[in-house]
């Protein structure tokens, strides 16, 4: 296209046309084209250059607005995507006077007589789109409204991507452009409903916050009851997307329009709108679905999972409080699916911590209810976490209950006995099994790694007790007895000895089975040492210094070393001593046999440790 002629469109020189007429320039240069195949018209179209068009001349324009560039758009199509209203209705205006055409190739022909108007507004481009697409698409309110004036029928087309405009203005939440729209009924047209992968509009309408006050989704439903029930390419029902986005007035419009649509269930996993609310945590929508059909609570999807299951799943810790709270939905705590898998089991297996504590702390829930495959929760949870040797400490084990079933037991008999072995002719019938033995012995290489850095750390432990057993603080007397056999910070330091290497070798017991938790044992052994340490030091300390050690006191200028070791060493026996204590106190409560050697040795410990407070007090005192 010549660069004058370019300049002329973009910015509405209407001297061209005068310079054609006057024969200064050729009118071919009014049919040059872009690289994108745009004419004249269609560049004025796209600047908004409305005076162009109003001053080119007929006999040279009127086969320019049938031209179409590489998309197939036409200058209306472009007109229509920026939103020139008045470029729009002079090409409306003019289609309706046009009552002959002129040929210039096939591809330029214009249409005939009167039926110009319908034709030009009806064009689509490669897309398949209208002007009426294009309009909605791009939110050009008047110029919609005013397309559909000349021409309701462009609201029954759709594009290649099976798109109505009546869907498109939903989708895009302009109430405006609907309502024009569903206007069509008048005219006696019914509009196209349909969208993308089976969605309608009415799937549209209940997602768009913008359009819950603006009757949208009441007025699509009174036109077409129908699409209440229509499904789209995954089977969910305009129901399913307002239950999932929690919109509750559209839930309860659609309900009162046609309540049987709560019993819809989608394609794949057969989940009906309740199962979907569940899942996303809408229980207002929840309460509204049940209100107007109560049974909708019986439903189960595929897998035979209630609405419990699929708040469950999707981590909703409201709305299992709200079950929990609703009388109505009291038999749905317990109910298995079809693997026997109760909710309980479906939190536990897929490690839902939240939810585990709100079932577990409600008495009607059934800890011990076994599935399919034999298994309690808690063993299912032990399972997951059998390398875990932390597990003990875990506050979900206490919570599942302390009945350990024996399908764990099974399990760890199988992992560490049942090593299967490998035959030289193996054939393709033995390949699990070989896969199976590959991920047993690569869980057994990470255990024995874990194990050979516990050993190192309890082989130093044992080190140090035993030299702490053997050669005590002080010395001996000349009878083998140690000097200091009588002071109170030996005999901490003795007992915490014991404590450190009893830990080494001695599991934690809980709920009568003993279950070996390397890593607290070791964190106890520890600090056992460190409050030795500590005591060890001040045994062998003057008398004298001894007491102005324990006599801390701010500002009174006593070496530092004093005050942080007495403040270390203080909170250390402290914590381990509580635990220590606590422990013991427990198990001789639970196993009530006051004669027991566990009895007597917290009863020394708390001698002991009741005269290493006494004698810190009496010390600070002086």
Not at 308 to 332: F, W
Request: proline residues 4%.
């Amino acid at each position: 296209m010549d660069r004058l002629v370019y300049e002329a469109a973009t910015s509405g020189d209407v001297g061209l046309f005068r310079r054609i007429q006057d024969g200064d320039e050729l009118p071919d240069v009014l049919y040059k084209k872009t690289p994108k195949d745009n004419n004249v018209l269609h560049i004025a179209a796209e600047f908004k250059q409305i005076k162009f068009f109003n001053d080119i001349p007929l006999e040279y324009g009127s086969s320019l607005f049938w031209a179409t560039n590489k998309k197939g758009d036409t200058p209306l199509h472009v007109a229509a995507k920026v939103g020139c209203v008045e470029v729009v209705e002079f090409l409306i205006e003019h289609a309706r006077k046009s009552l002959h055409h002129m040929e210039r190739g096939d591809e330029e022909r214009g249409p005939a007589d009167g039926e110009s108007q319908n034709k030009l507004l009806q064009v689509k481009n490669s897309d398949n789109d209208t002007t009426l697409h294009l309009a909605v698409r791009y939110n050009h309110d008047e110029v919609a409204i005013r397309l559909m004036e000349a021409d309701p029928q462009l609201c029954c087309f759709t594009n290649k991507a099976n798109e109505s405009p009546l869907f498109l203005a939903v989708r895009k939440g302009t109430p405006s452009i609907v309502h024009c729209i569903l206007k069509a009924y008048e005219s006696g047209v019914s509009p196209s409903f349909q969208g993308t992968n089976g969605l309608t509009a009415l799937h549209a309408a209940v997602t768009q916050e913008q359009l819950k006050d603006k009757d949208v989704v009441e007025i699509l439903v009174s036109k077409n009851r129908d699409l209440i029930k229509e499904v789209d390419g995954i089977g969910w029902t305009p129901l399913h997307y307002a239950a999932f986005t929690g919109n509750v007035e559209a839930t309860q419009l659609l309900m009162e329009s046609d309540s049987s649509a709560s019993y819809i269930m989608d394609l794949s996993s057969k989940m009906s709108a309740l199962h979907v609310a569940a899942y996303a945590g809408h229980t207002k929508v929840m309460e509204e679905l049940i209100r107007y059909q109560p049974d909708t609570c019986d439903l189960v999807n595929s897998k035979g999972q209630t609405v419990l299951h699929s708040a469950i799943l999707g981590g909703q810790g409201k709305v299992v409080n709200y079950i929990l709270r609703t009388p109505k939905l009291t038999g749905l705590i317990n109910e298995a699916d079809e693997d026997g898998n109760t909710p309980l089991h479906i939190a536990v297996k897929y490690k839902k911590v939240e939810i585990i504590s709100i079932l577990t702390a409600d008495r009607r829930v059934d800890k011990d209810a076994v599935n399919k495959k034999v298994s309690k929760a808690i063993d299912i949870f032990l399972g997951q976490n059998s390398e875990e040797q932390g597990t003990i400490d875990s506050p979900v084990l206490h919570q599942l209950g302390s009945c350990v079933g024996g399908p764990f037991f099974q399990q760890k008999i199988s992992n560490d006995f049942n090593k299967p072995e490998t035959s030289e002719k193996d054939t393709p019938g033995t390949s699990a099994i070989e896969h199976k033995r590959q991920s047993l012995q690569s869980a057994s290489d990470q255990a024995l790694k874990r194990l050979d850095t516990k050993l190192v750390v309890t082989t130093l432990i044992a080190t140090v007790t035993f030299a702490a057993a053997v050669t005590p603080p002080g010395g001996f007397k000349s009878d083998g007895k140690s000097v200091l056999s009588e002071d109170t910070f030996f005999k901490v330091t003795f007992m915490l000895a014991i404590i450190a290497i009893y830990n080494e070798s001695n599991p934690i017991r809980i709920s009568s089975i003993e279950i070996a938790t390397p890593e607290s044992l070791i964190r106890y052994s520890i600090g056992g040492l460190l409050v030795a340490f500590f005591s060890a030091t001040m045994a062998v300390m003057p008398e004298r210094r001894r007491m102005l050690s324990l006599r801390t006191k701010p500002f009174t200028g006593q070496p530092p070393f004093d005050v942080v070791l007495n403040v270390i060493g203080g909170f250390a026996v402290a914590l381990v001593s509580m635990h220590v204590i606590w422990t013991m106190h427990r198990k001789l409560r639970r196993n009530n046999r006051p004669g027991c050697q566990p009895c007597n040795f917290v009863k020394l410990w708390l001698k002991l440790w009741a005269d290493a407070v006494r004698y810190s007090l009496i010390s600070t005192s002086h």
